[in-house]
């Protein structure tokens, strides 16, 4: 059975930091992995998609990566904003496209 | 397009009373499901569909039926609500063609069982 794991679950940095929120899982047998987004009281809005042969994937400030033989992604925030405080979710999309979650972190980026 | 709409956006039910979630998406995905998020818990994958006609269990199927009549509908039903259903309930739709098997997600509905 497919596990996702994000730690810590919680993370508070100042205005400015570059950082790395972590992901791992058991099982490399998917076909992507995909980074969310969630504000409190909000739904999930999809950030990142990295399909299985890649190894990763650019979106403005945001670099995710997948090393899929370690069971390992990442997700790099350059130049934290007050405004990318939110819970960040990591999951992976196995066999009949049933995605396994993270917990999420919760990321705080104080003024 | 719309995406992955969900309504009600909020619910308030009695212990043993029935009700139907709905979830519709306007993209033509043949890929349907529903999850529920609790806190500490996580987001738990309850029914998926591949196609019309066509349904699975996920992880936590107990207490829930689906129904998949259309592409376009992918209704979640709760028979005899129960407080351990207080969740909230996300839709999804995906695409199986293409290759990407990129996940939308709906605005969720929020229910409290009392």
């Known amino acids: 059975k497919q596990e996702v794991t994000q730690i810590p679950a919680a993370l508070s940095v100042p205005e400015g930091e570059n950082l790395v929120l972590n992901c791992s899982f058991t099982d490399s047998a998917i076909y992507n992995l995909q980074w969310f987004r969630q504000d409190p009281g909000k739904g999930l809005t999809s950030l990142l998609l990295i399909q299985s042969s890649q190894r990763e994937q650019t979106s403005g400030r945001l670099n995710a990566s997948l090393d899929k033989s370690s069971g390992r992604s990442t997700l790099y925030i350059a130049a934290s904003q007050p405004g990318d405080s939110a819970t960040y979710l990591c999951a992976v999309n196995g066999a009949n496209s049933k995605l396994t979650f993270g917990k999420g972190i919760t990321l705080s980026v104080r003024p | 397009n719309a995406g992955v709409t969900q309504t009600p956006k909020f619910q308030v039910l009695k212990t043993g009373q029935s009700m139907t979630l709905q979830c519709a998406q306007d993209m033509n995905h043949e890929y349907m499901s529903w999850y529920r998020q609790d806190p500490g818990m996580g987001l738990r994958l309850i029914h998926y569909s591949v196609g019309a006609g066509i349904t699975d269990q996920g992880e936590v199927p107990n207490g829930y039926n689906v129904s998949r009549s259309t592409t376009e509908d992918f209704p979640l039903r709760l028979l005899s609500a129960a407080p351990s259903q207080t969740s909230v309930y996300f839709c999804?739709?995906?695409?199986?063609?293409?290759?990407?098997?990129?996940?939308?997600f709906g605005p969720g509905t929020r229910l409290t069982v009392t």
């Open positions: 999804a739709s995906t695409p199986m063609s293409g290759g990407s098997y990129e996940q939308y």
